[in-house]
């Protein structure tokens, strides 16, 4: 068993120092979603509690430099709205006594410092509605100045050479920013016992579940239909991942459910009329929580917010492949990268400055197409089309493979991205920082420009997998790129983009699988 982070495709600057894990017991299902404490701590201060809350808490809360700067607003694609990266981390605090290690069902960790759940809680400007944006662990990634590895690596590698966890905080942080296209303004880091604590002293949790589970891997053993989990079989609950379908993607679900089925706690009489309950609940909120923020006024956003207000949604991934690097087996979530962007557009709405722009006229736009649907020439089909509508068109391209069709412009040319999204039905368009120009991007949806009307009203077919304008034939046209040999998938097929649809799971009567 080794104790270094997951490969990634080459090794960083940043040095090499191995992480110290020197977990025994139950080593991979050992997970955090750790985030109910934030939730909890939200809803309790806005219940009018603040003054009482802000003494409890500013107790014991580890405040680090973890948000660099402000980017350009232009830059910001959600505006007013807030994310809050929320960090679990299977670290067991130095002072975690024998007695609460064997209640985990795990031991000492030697100072480990993986990242095993990353939330973005998307709040908006009024505070009233949320997203919480699951990030698979496992998610094969660009980590600035480290290379491709799993997401849960990037805060380790952060740490090295002196980083700290405010080395690590930021790293992350850029790196799921880099990712996502979303800014992060605020940061929380919530350890094993922490998340563990704070479930137990909310008390018992109600959950619903459609099929029965036992997995002896982390502790759930539960029947169908209802059930009342102690803070034990909570933990157990929201670190399954065997026996599910989708393994690391479906405890992303489990975690998203429980969060909201707390909150739903946390707004009981019971919680909020028990003066005991509160105060003991803020102190281990306090003493497990690291930000780079001042938790009162961060709760004060969440003041309007309700369960039934929160969403979860996990990113579109294309499959969970076993790949091989520096000659070893990996076994990843291969997220949609190109089209990961335009989902979180889908959750947060798109920018206002899109909204309000007037289409500008074809021969004033310039556009490139890039094909990321899998089909040779479709990006030369596209482009001579749009050719034919008066566009200025560039030579066509590829992309890694994505399924959903969009429109990639820079912030100030909505008017142009407009023109272009408007020929293309269906087509999402999205603002970010990585386009220099107006880019058309062909996904697998099968979205495409829509033919120029011919002489009498109908549109006239462009010709079966066209070449790029001046007639070079489909086959000289680049494809959707392919991985490399050292990360193509043991015999697997194309894979297939899925994501979770966005759910609310915070309603009373939702069950899950």
């Known amino acids: 068993m080794t104790n270094e982070p997951e490969q990634t495709t080459r090794r960083g600057r940043r040095g090499f120092t191995p992480p110290r894990h020197g977990r025994q017991k139950r080593r991979a299902g050992v997970v955090l979603p750790a985030i109910a404490g934030v939730l909890t701590m939200a809803v309790l201060l806005s219940g009018g509690y603040a003054a009482y809350a802000y003494g409890r808490l500013s107790n014991g809360v580890t405040k680090i430099d973890a948000i660099t700067g402000n980017p350009a607003k232009k830059d910001d694609v959600d505006g007013q709205a807030q994310n809050i990266l929320l960090v679990g981390d299977d670290h067991r605090p130095d002072n975690a006594t024998p007695e609460e290690m064997a209640e985990l069902s795990t031991e000492s960790d030697g100072g480990a410092t993986n990242t095993d759940t990353m939330i973005v809680l998307h709040i908006n400007a009024d505070g009233s509605q949320a997203t919480m944006i699951s990030f698979p662990r496992d998610s094969y990634v660009d980590i600035p100045g480290v290379g491709k590895g799993k997401l849960n690596s990037a805060f380790y590698y952060g740490t090295l050479n002196g980083g700290g966890d405010t080395g690590g905080a930021k790293l992350l942080i850029k790196t799921i920013q880099n990712l996502s296209g979303l800014t992060i303004d605020h940061y929380v880091r919530v350890s094993l016992l922490g998340f563990y604590q704070v479930v137990k002293e909310l008390g018992p949790v109600d959950v619903c579940l459609n099929n029965a589970v036992n997995d002896p891997y982390s502790g759930v053993d539960l029947p169908k239909g209802k059930s009342t989990l102690d803070a034990k079989q909570a933990l157990s609950f929201v670190r399954q991942r065997h026996g599910l379908p989708n393994g690391d993607l479906d405890r992303n679900v489990r975690q998203q459910y429980f969060l909201s089925q707390e909150a739903r706690k946390v707004l009981s009489a019971g919680t909020l009329l028990n003066p005991v309950k509160l105060g003991n609940t803020l102190a281990a909120v306090g003493s497990a929580i690291q930000t780079d923020t001042d938790l009162v006024s961060l709760a004060s956003q969440l003041r309007n917010l309700r369960p039934a207000n929160i969403q979860s949604a996990t990113i579109p991934t294309l499959g969970t492949p076993t790949i091989t690097v520096n000659g070893a087996p990996l076994s990843i979530v291969q997220v949609d990268t190109v089209g990961l962007p335009a989902f979180v557009q889908g959750l947060v709405g798109e920018p206002e400055e899109y909204t309000k722009a007037t289409p500008a006229q074809p021969a004033s736009t310039s556009v490139t197409v890039l094909n990321g649907s899998g089909i040779t020439g479709a990006a030369g089909a596209a482009g001579t089309v749009l050719t034919a509508r008066g566009f200025q068109v560039g030579a066509p391209g590829s992309s890694e493979l994505t399924k959903t069709t969009q429109v ?93 649809d966005v759910k609310s799971y915070g309603k009373p009567g939702v069950c899950i699988n």
Request: net charge negative.
């Open 408 to 500: 990639q412009y820079p912030a100030g040319m909505e008017a142009q991205a407009k023109a272009v999204a408007a020929v293309v039905p269906g087509a999402v368009a999205v603002r970010t920082s990585a386009a220099t120009g107006v880019t058309l991007v062909l996904g697998s949806d099968g979205k495409t420009v829509t033919p120029v009307p011919a002489a009498g009203g109908a549109a006239s077919a462009p010709a079966s997998d066209a070449g790029a304008a001046g007639g070079a034939p489909a086959a000289s046209q680049p494809a959707a790129s392919e991985p490399s040999e050292s990360s193509k998938a043991s015999g697997s097929s194309e894979p297939k983009p899925t994501s979770t």
